[in-house]
Each structure stands twice: as C-alpha cells, then as structure tokens.
C-alpha cells in the first residue's frame, strides 16, 4: 500500500515558478512508476509527465515541455514537479499518481493504482 500526499500548490503570477512535492509512504514507493496528472474545471484529467523507480527517466507532454521537470528523492520517499515559466493554463488541480507493479511512467490513468489528494495550482494572468 501507498499513500501520496502531494504539496506546495498555490496563486503564481504568469511566469512565475513553483515546485510540487508528493510525499509517498509504503515499502514499494522505491520500486514504483510515478505520474504526475492535472485536471482543470470542465476538462479531463490529463498526464503531465512521470519518471521512473530510478529518476533515470522522464517524460513530458509537449504543453509543458521544457518548462516542467520531474525528479524523485528514493531516500526520501519523495517526487517532485519544478514547474516553470507557468501560464494561465497551467491553472488546474495536480494530482501525484504511483504505479503498483509498473517501474516505469504511464501516462493511462488506468495504469496507477494509488493516487494523491491533489493540490490547486492557479496561474493569474
């Protein structure tokens, strides 16, 4: 079992920065595929990137590439999302998202079996 608790949401100018943590707990965090997700009003979630049990691999959908990054801390228990030069339509809830059995990002949201409680990001413009 896995317990995600996700951190570090808030009010950002367009442009502007914030890092999410998503704090895990459970023995398998270290072995699990990581997403990250968001969902905005009105729209379905939608993947942002992921990383693998190793923080050896990355992926980004093409409307935060180059502006987001992921990264994992194993002996912390934590992953984390950078995300920079942040536009209004990056305004959404972001959902931190573990893998039972997969080592590696997935970016169905079918493919994650713990996910966290979400925290609110909103970008003014």
């Known amino acids: 079992q896995v317990q995600l608790v996700e951190s570090g949401g808030g009010l950002v100018q367009a442009g502007g920065s914030l890092r999410l943590s998503c704090a895990a707990s459970?023995?398998?965090?270290?072995?699990?595929?990581m997403g990250w997700f968001r969902q905005a009003p009105g729209k379905e979630r939608e993947f942002v990137g992921g990383?693998?049990?190793?923080?050896?691999?990355?992926y980004y959908a093409d409307s935060v590439k180059g502006r987001f990054t992921i990264s994992r801390d194993n002996a912390k228990n934590t992953v984390y999302l950078q995300m920079s030069t942040l536009k209004p339509e990056d305004t959404a809830v972001y959902y931190c998202?573990?893998?039972?059995?997969?080592?590696?990002?997935?970016?169905?949201?079918?493919?994650?079996?713990?996910w966290g409680q979400g925290t609110q990001v909103t970008v003014s413009s």
């Open positions: 459970g023995r398998t965090f270290n072995s699990a595929g």
């Open positions: 998202a573990a893998r039972r059995y997969g080592r590696t990002w997935s970016s169905n949201v079918d493919a994650y079996d713990y």
């Open positions: 990383i693998n049990w190793s923080g050896g691999s990355t």
